[in-house]
């Protein structure tokens, strides 16, 4: 059972202009969520993270934000870069358990030059 | 190393077999987390080691799910008699403090069974 879900599985862009990748969340007690960025053969890096306490995150060109009665939270690239061409995950601490990490199933972003 | 390593990168066996997965975390890493990538699915936590604390297994699938961690360093996944449905990408994470914003994920293992 999916508790963070991305429902676009891949994504085009022209490159600058902007990047939106959606992800939307059935339990209502996550209070954390954080985007992973990969690249063919290579493990997941961290991204950005947004806590639910804010709705806004901002990293240079990467901006979370979180829509807590939608449950639902994106991530914007703007400008987007050929270098962010790569599968995004989104991602939240299980409760009780905040070790431990429930994905998305991912979106592909490309960025067309 | 720099970073988190597996190996092998790629694995085929066929059903009914044994296989083994290796993770080397980042040294000085407390926490070691196994997740797995099955196609068209997100990342599925599978297990956690925390220092010397006894590991939470509660991600493991089935029985034939196993790992340890030796020295709290390298970890071993271990499946047994393996089916179909354990093909996936089989990825290790470190991290120093259990904090999930700061886990290292190496490039995984491809698992793939006949």
């Known amino acids: 059972d999916q508790q963070v879900k991305q429902n676009s599985p891949s994504l085009s862009v022209q490159e600058g202009r902007i990047s939106i990748l959606n992800c939307d969340y059935t339990n209502s007690m996550f209070d954390y969520f954080l985007w992973y960025k990969k690249y063919p053969a290579e493990g997941p890096t961290f991204l950005i993270s947004?806590?639910?306490?804010?709705d806004k995150n901002e990293d240079g060109r990467f901006t979370v934000f979180l829509n807590k009665s939608a449950k639902h939270l994106s991530l914007h690239i703007v400008p987007s870069q050929p270098g962010d061409s790569a599968v995004y995950f989104c991602?939240?601490?299980?409760?009780?358990?905040?070790?431990?990490?429930?994905f998305g199933t991912g979106t592909r972003l490309t960025i067309i030059p | 190393g720099a970073g988190v390593s597996q190996s092998p990168s790629n694995k085929v066996t066929e059903k009914g077999k044994d296989v083994e997965l290796r993770c080397d975390p980042i040294s000085g890493h407390t926490a070691l987390y196994w997740y797995r990538q099955s196609l068209g699915q997100g990342l599925e936590f599978l297990i956690y080691?925390?220092?010397?604390?006894?590991?939470?297994k509660s991600g493991l699938p089935s029985d034939r799910f196993s790992a340890e961690r030796t020295g709290g360093s390298v970890s071993t996944l271990t499946i047994q008699r393996t089916q179909q449905e354990d093909s996936a990408v089989y990825l290790c994470a470190s991290s120093f403090s259990g904090k999930w914003d700061e886990q290292f994920f190496g490039p995984g293992t491809r698992l793939t069974v006949l």
């Open positions: 947004i806590s639910s306490i804010k």
């Open positions: 991602a939240a601490p299980l409760p009780f358990g905040n070790e431990k990490l429930t």
């Open positions: 080691f925390q220092g010397n604390s006894a590991p939470d």
